[in-house]
Structures are given as structure tokens and as C-alpha cells.
């Protein structure tokens, strides 16, 4: 494992990349060499990994940012580490694969990740993603400290902006921090359709259409947790999220 110096207390600040802690965890030394080169090039401390088990030991020890997540690891996969470091503690993760699997896509995001991208991809796309889920979560983070007023119900759809938590029927369904912005999104403006690209713009803070493909699966996940009824598809448009009629 690779070690970077790291800051005297790790504590993040506002500046994208500013003393932020990113774990790679990839066994492809020519993939992580560009990785760990690129980010620490945009300001992030980086540590590397190269197996499953030294993930999870590396992620529990060095309390990192946000994890870069490969699938296919040594020891165990890359979806066994996201299951073992967020019961450690909720923490972005960028999952990787090297095969253009929406099986594995919807997978990774049911056991925690918050976003993925399908090798081979630009360092420039990866890094401008890194930058956009660590800005998520500091919205996030700012969201949970801002008292809202009164919670949104869609008929038996309840969403607490405060809390940022989301039930059906009464029971609370646990929705990482991109599906309840997606949520949110769609809640904003329920029964109107809004485009793959609207929503990547909103929900990813990313205008590259290549990435529309993200929004499709996240709306997968989504529909799992809260019925696959309440997001309607309109083809060859986008999604709109809808509410009992009046």
C-alpha cells in the first residue's frame, strides 16, 4: 500500500480537494499510479489499496473523504468492501468496473455506493466527479444542520428535508445521499418530466450527456426502494416522479 503524507489534524475545508483524504482501492498498478497522479495533482491526499482486506484496514485507519472502488479485488470484491467500510462509517464511494454490467451497477449502488464509472474513462471525468460527490455531501452535511419546515408527503410518500430521511407507508427506506437528491429532485416539481440531462445537471452538478447512463441506473435503484410505480418513464425524454391525484 501506497502512503501519502497527510495533514496535521485531516480535517476538511471548503476548498474542493483541500486536505481531502481519497482511498483508491484498485489492483491494477498502472490504473492506480494514474489515479492517485491526477488527484493529488487537483490537491487531494491519497492513499492506495490493492486488495479487498486492506481496504477495509486502510479505510478504518486513515478515516478517508471518499473511496475509489474497483469491483473485481483480490481477497474479496470490491462490493464486499463497500458493505464492511459503511458499516464503519457512511462515506462516499466512487465504485469502478471494468465491464459495462448494469447488473453490477445497481448492485454497487444497493449495498452503498453514491456513484460509478465503467473503465476505461478519462482522469478528467474521474477527478470532476470526485470534486462534485465531495460537494454533495458537504450540501448534504449543510442540509441536516438548516431546519426546514414541515416534511413532504406525496400520498404515502414522506421526505424530511431536515433529516434527509424518506418514508414509504410509514417505514423508513434508506436511500444513499444521490437518491435522495434524485428524490428530491423529482419531488420539486412531482407529475413534470425532466430530462436525463436535467438531471444529471441538478443531481451530479455534471452537463456531459455520456454520463446519462448514471442517472438510468440510480432511477433503478431508487424505484426499488420506494416502488417502482412511483417514477414514471417517459421514453426517449426522462423521468418524473408521480403523486396521487387530487
Not at 482522469?123 to 470526485?130: D, I
Request: charged residues 25%.
Amino acid at each position: 500500500m501506497e502512503q501519502t503524507h497527510t495533514s496535521h489534524n485531516g480535517t476538511a475545508t471548503t476548498t474542493p480537494g483541500a486536505q481531502r483524504r481519497v482511498l483508491v482501492v484498485e489492483d491494477d498498478a498502472t490504473i492506480v499510479d494514474a489515479i492517485a497522479t491526477r488527484l493529488r495533482a487537483e490537491g487531494f491526499l491519497v492513499q492506495t489499496a490493492g486488495d479487498g482486506p486492506s481496504a477495509v484496514d486502510t479505510a478504518e485507519a486513515w478515516q478517508p473523504d471518499l473511496l475509489i472502488l474497483d469491483i473485481m479485488l483480490p481477497g474479496f470484491d470490491g462490493l464486499e468492501v463497500c458493505r464492511r467500510v459503511q458499516a464503519q462509517r457512511p462515506v462516499p464511494v466512487m465504485m469502478l468496473t471494468a465491464r459495462d454490467d448494469e447488473t453490477d451497477m445497481l448492485v454497487g449502488l444497493g449495498v452503498g455506493a453514491d456513484d460509478y464509472m465503467t473503465k476505461p474513462f478519462s482522469m478528467r471525468e474521474l477527478a470532476a466527479r470526485v470534486h462534485v460527490l465531495l460537494r454533495r455531501m458537504e450540501r448534504a452535511a449543510l442540509a441536516a444542520t438548516t431546519p426546514r419546515s414541515g416534511i413532504l408527503r406525496l400520498g404515502e410518500l414522506e421526505i424530511d428535508h431536515a433529516q434527509r430521511r424518506v418514508r414509504v407507508r410509514s417505514e423508513d427506506v434508506h436511500l444513499t445521499p444521490t437518491e435522495f437528491d434524485l428524490l428530491v429532485c423529482l419531488a420539486n416539481t412531482p407529475r413534470a418530466v425532466l430530462s436525463r440531462e436535467q438531471l444529471l445537471a441538478e443531481v451530479w452538478d455534471w452537463a456531459d450527456a455520456s454520463g446519462t447512463r448514471t442517472v438510468d441506473s440510480h432511477i433503478k435503484a431508487l424505484r426499488r426502494k420506494i416502488g417502482a410505480e412511483r417514477i414514471r418513464t417517459v421514453h426517449g425524454v426522462g423521468y418524473a416522479l408521480e403523486t396521487p391525484t387530487p
